[in-house]
């Protein structure tokens, strides 16, 4: 979700540090929150943000070609899915912000009944499983972010998408953090990643690394939580999921994904791809330039760790507020 600009630069022992800047105010009206300020992280020579400038001319025509969006068809749009959402008594959500309902036109390719049942079923979710969402903030869930399991890649790979790495194999100790924090930390990313029209647009790919997956990790899945995760990214998540690569995944992983297959539709599951070590396999999907070397890439950033994401997302606190503000509203017991 953060884009990355680049001077020249050893890239070796590279400290992080961690400013703040104006955010420019035409932008202001993508955030739900008072942030007048966004953090920068510099790693060297290399800058992080998060994108949220105006899209350049690949990614506008991306949107044309693959979700009709023109100045016509979207303020149309927002007209009509702001007027049924205003029928949703029971929904409190920021129905003013033209940017935030564009987030939900552009993964339902700009038709509003799609985009008002996207937007339902996202709150619903959060609704049915609110011991997961409540309070939810990069603050109070650091232990995912340094037991260094998720990362996102600072680039984004050919196609304009960002990358979520998942390591569930060597990295995971079971016994320091469990599925529902990584669960949650997925959550945190994703959100953060909705922010950037160009992920609205281009959208994202996953990687799962099982390398190391062991029999007593594998115990602690189940169909619960195979349920929910599918749940979620099936009907729930307003972002274009694109694929799902799943790699060097051991034989025993085929009890995992045994859990997982019964509650997939043929849309997400033809997007689940196993390459097991096969890095020509990834390749076909994710061009090379756009991968590090453990993946068979030739990329040449540094990586971002668990704990330098915990360090910016904090500074983004009072957005995740925000975003938690929103949903059904609750019922009060007489």
């Given at each position: 979700?953060?884009?990355?600009?680049?001077?020249?630069?050893?890239?070796?022992?590279?400290?992080?540090?961690?400013?703040?800047?104006?955010?420019?105010?035409?932008?202001?009206?993508?955030?739900?929150?008072?942030?007048?300020?966004?953090?920068?992280?510099?790693?060297?020579?290399?800058?992080?943000?998060?994108?949220?400038?105006?899209?350049?001319?690949?990614?506008?025509?991306?949107?044309?070609?693959?979700?009709?969006?023109?100045?016509?068809?979207?303020?149309?749009?927002?007209?009509?899915?702001?007027?049924?959402?205003?029928?949703?008594?029971?929904?409190?959500?920021?129905?003013?912000?033209?940017?935030?309902?564009?987030?939900?036109?552009?993964?339902?390719?700009?038709?509003?009944?799609?985009?008002?049942?996207?937007?339902?079923?996202?709150?619903?979710?959060?609704?049915?499983?609110?011991?997961?969402y409540e309070d939810?903030?990069?603050?109070?869930?650091?232990?995912?972010?340094?037991?260094?399991?998720?990362?996102?890649?600072?680039?984004?790979?050919?196609?304009?998408?960002?990358?979520?790495?998942?390591?569930?194999?060597?990295?995971?100790?079971?016994?320091?953090?469990?599925?529902?924090?990584?669960?949650?930390?997925?959550?945190?990313?994703?959100?953060?990643?909705?922010?950037?029209?160009?992920?609205?647009?281009?959208?994202?790919?996953?990687?799962?690394?099982?390398?190391?997956?062991?029999?007593?990790?594998?115990?602690?899945?189940?169909?619960?939580?195979?349920?929910?995760?599918?749940?979620?990214?099936?009907?729930?998540?307003?972002?274009?999921?694109?694929?799902?690569?799943?790699?060097?995944?051991?034989?025993?992983?085929?009890?995992?994904?045994?859990?997982f297959k019964p509650?997939?539709?043929?849309?997400?599951?033809?997007?689940?791809?196993?390459?097991?070590?096969?890095?020509?396999?990834?390749?076909?999907?994710?061009?090379?330039?756009c991968l590090p070397?453990?993946?068979?890439?030739?990329?040449?950033?540094?990586?971002?760790?668990?704990?330098?994401?915990?360090?910016?997302?904090?500074?983004?606190?009072?957005?995740?507020?925000?975003?938690?503000?929103?949903?059904?509203?609750?019922?009060?017991?007489?």
């Amino acid at each position: 979700m953060f884009g990355t600009k680049k001077n020249n630069t050893d890239k070796s022992e590279i400290v992080p540090v961690i400013s703040m800047v104006p955010i420019v105010e035409s932008l202001r009206e993508t955030m739900l929150s008072d942030m007048e300020l966004m953090p920068i992280v510099q790693l060297g020579n290399y800058t992080l943000t998060i994108e949220l400038e105006d899209l350049n001319e690949e990614v506008r025509e991306i949107a044309k070609k693959e979700l009709r969006e023109n100045p016509d068809v979207t303020q149309q749009a927002i007209k009509e899915l702001r007027d049924l959402l205003k029928e949703e008594d029971d929904l409190y959500i920021p129905l003013e912000n033209d940017l935030w309902l564009v987030r939900f036109l552009r993964p339902t390719k700009f038709y509003p009944e799609s985009a008002r049942d996207l937007v339902k079923r996202y709150y619903a979710f959060k609704q049915k499983h609110s011991n997961m969402y409540e309070d939810l903030l990069p603050s109070r869930e650091k232990n995912i972010f340094q037991q260094n399991i998720l990362t996102v890649q600072p680039n984004r790979d050919q196609l304009g998408r960002r990358i979520l790495i998942i390591e569930l194999g060597k990295k995971w100790k079971t016994d320091k953090v469990t599925l529902d924090e990584v669960f949650k930390g997925c959550v945190l990313f994703l959100e953060a990643a909705m922010l950037e029209p160009a992920t609205q647009i281009c959208g994202a790919v996953v990687i799962f690394d099982m390398d190391g997956l062991s029999l007593g990790q594998v115990s602690k899945f189940s169909p619960q939580f195979a349920k929910r995760i599918v749940d979620w990214l099936q009907d729930s998540v307003p972002l274009r999921i694109k694929n799902i690569h799943v790699v060097n995944q051991p034989m025993i992983f085929s009890v995992v994904f045994a859990l997982f297959k019964p509650f997939l539709q043929e849309k997400l599951r033809s997007r689940i791809i196993f390459h097991g070590k096969n890095r020509k396999s990834l390749h076909q999907y994710i061009d090379s330039t756009c991968l590090p070397e453990c993946y068979g890439g030739s990329l040449d950033l540094p990586r971002i760790e668990g704990p330098q994401w915990l360090e910016l997302l904090e500074k983004c606190d009072s957005e995740f507020k925000a975003i938690n503000s929103y949903g059904y509203k609750k019922k009060i017991s007489k």
